[in-house]
Every structure is written in C-alpha cells, then in structure tokens.
C-alpha cells in the first residue's frame, strides 16, 4: 500500500497570513490530487499534479509536484476565512483501478 | 447540471440492524466508487462499480456489499451493523472508468450512526 503522510496535521491561523501543507510519500506516484471538503459535505478536487517539478497555481493557492514525484505541496497566500476546511491529498493506487488513496487530511482554520 | 446526490442525509441504527445507502451519479457518469469517511481515519475506499458491476472492492469485511442499477444510480448495504461502522458514507462518481487521473465527484455523504 503506497501511503500518504500529510503533514501538519491541524493548522489554526489569522487571516492574511500564509502557509504551507505538505503531502510525503516513499513511493513514486503517477500523479497526486488535492482536494478540499468543507463541512457537511463531500470533498471537491482542486487540482491534479502529474509531471515531477510541476507548479500549478489556482488564484492564492499554489501546489507543487516534487521533482521525484513523491511528495506535493499546497502553498495558500494570504489565507481567508473562506480558505477554512479539510485539505486532502490523493494517488491512484498502481494497478488497483478506480482505488483513490487518500491522506489523513490537514484541518486549516483561517479566523477573521 | 445536478451534482451526485446521496440519501438519507442521516441515518441512525442500532447495532446488528442493516443500513441501505443510495447514490445518484451525475447523469452522463457510469463509475460510481463508495468510501467511508470516519473519524481520525480519514477516507477509505470501500468500493467502485462500473456499467453494472464490482470492478474493484477495499479492505472491508462482505457485509458491506452493494450495487448499481441500469440508470447507475448505486445501493451501498451494510449488514449485521457494528458501532465502528459510524461514519460519513461518500458517494462520487466519475465520467470515465477509473483511470489515474480520473476527475471525482462527490456527493455530501450519508451520515450514519449506530448505536
């Protein structure tokens, strides 16, 4: 089972300010996503990452694809209370088709 | 354009009973995958269903099973319900038969809880 560490795992910050989760893994993936899930519903994807090195940015949020493929990251600038939620990130297994993996999530709160 | 809609909002049971989950996948989506999404533990997949059939099953014991129908609209079941099995049952579907990089949907979930 190729596992997902996500690190930190709660995150409580003032709006304004910025920060960073990481998504690590021993193993090589093909591709990571990252998705959202706000409370009382599902999560929604936000990104999908598949070349080592690549950036993608969607408007404060920034996400990285390591070089090796192993690892990702989620950088948000200047993080609102809107921002608030589980933030998630997903292989799909090897072989083991339509199989997500997810991480244990990390919970960010943005106070106004 | 309807999203993936799940039934009932909540459930509540107690233990030994048996729960029945419904889902309907956006229209034009055959795949229908099912996870479970309980505390501190993040989510599991449970299963996937495709024009009809179980095409690949998680770490879950039988009692959890289910199915899709012709319209692929899909039926989570679990049997002989257990005080572990409380949880956010999540319902996504997906236009194309789970490939790597396979865009998911997600309905808001079923919460059910067993006491």
């Known amino acids: 089972t190729q596992l997902l560490e996500q690190s930190p795992q709660f995150l409580s910050i003032q709006e304004g300010e910025n920060l960073t989760v990481y998504c690590n893994s021993s193993?090589?993936?093909?591709?990571l996503q990252w998705y959202r899930q706000e409370p009382g519903e599902g999560p929604v994807l936000l990104v999908t990452?598949?070349?080592?090195?690549e950036v993608k940015k969607l408007k404060r949020l920034t996400f990285q694809f390591g070089d090796a493929r192993k690892d990702s990251s989620l950088h948000i600038t200047a993080a609102q209370p809107g921002d608030t939620g589980l933030y998630l990130c997903?292989?799909?297994?090897?072989?083991?088709?339509?199989?997500?993996?997810f991480g244990q999530g990390t919970i960010l709160t943005v106070h106004p | 354009e309807a999203g993936v809609t799940q039934s009932p909002t909540h459930l509540i049971k107690t233990r030994g009973q048996q729960a029945t989950l419904r889902c309907s996948p956006i229209?034009?989506?055959?795949?229908v995958y099912w996870y479970q999404q309980a505390l501190g533990l993040g989510l599991q997949f449970l299963l996937w269903?495709?024009?009809?059939?179980?095409?690949n099953r998680g770490n879950f014991p039988p009692r959890f099973s289910g199915r899709q129908f012709p319209n692929y609209s899909s039926e989570l079941n679990v049997n002989a319900l257990e005080l572990e099995d409380s949880a956010l049952y999540l319902c996504?579907?997906?236009?194309?038969?789970?490939?790597?990089?396979?865009?998911?949907?997600f309905g808001s979930g079923t919460q059910l809880s067993v006491l």
């Open positions: 269903y495709d024009e009809g059939e179980e095409r």
């Open positions: 193993s090589v993936f093909s591709s």
């Open positions: 990452v598949v070349t080592g090195g």
């Open positions: 229209s034009g989506h055959t795949s």
């Open positions: 996504a579907s997906s236009l194309r038969r789970g490939g790597h990089n396979e865009k998911l949907f």
């Open positions: 997903a292989h799909a297994g090897g072989t083991s088709y339509g199989k997500l993996t």
